[in-house]
């Protein structure tokens, strides 16, 4: 079974990552991006017994830094 | 408009990242783990005008590299 985490940065955080894409992608020619946010992917490939909270739990422990980052868990099946 | 770009590694091209999580999380005590692999997540926001085909083009040119990675757009309107 698999599960997608998403893990982004919260609203306000600057995102230097992000805004190297941004410039980079101008710098290409580009046209009509507004803004670019950088995140991570983690992809969990784990037995069917594992459950929603421990998933939670991952991503509060270790997957994303929740002082600065949001997760989102998306089951894949 | 937003748009959200996933960034995964090639199957088959070892992914360090991904072995340090399934590792640490295991040393958490997290049971039921079959593997990890990390990505990258990518949110453009841009406007309506912007082309499926051009945000693939920014993909190829930029985002990803084509050769270990695959990437995913996803519209999110």
Same mark, same amino acid.
Do not use: W, Y
């Given at each position: ?7 982004? %940065?919260?609203? !306000? ?6 805004? #190297?894409?941004?410039? #980079? %992608?101008?710098? %290409?020619?580009?046209? !009509? ?5 950088? !995140?991570?992917? *983690?992809? *969990? ?9 421990? %998933? ?7 997957? #994303? ?7 989102? *868990?998306?089951?894949? !099946?």
């Amino acid at each position: 079974m698999k599960t997608r985490v998403f893990v982004t %940065l919260k609203n !306000g955080v600057l995102d230097p990552q992000g805004k #190297a894409i941004h410039h #980079a %992608l101008e710098g %290409l020619g580009f046209k !009509g991006v507004n803004d670019v946010r950088a !995140g991570r992917l *983690i992809e *969990i490939d784990h037995e069917p017994g594992l459950s929603q909270t421990e %998933l939670e739990d991952m991503c509060r422990k270790l997957l #994303a830094n929740m002082v600065i980052e949001n997760f989102e *868990i998306e089951q894949k !099946g």
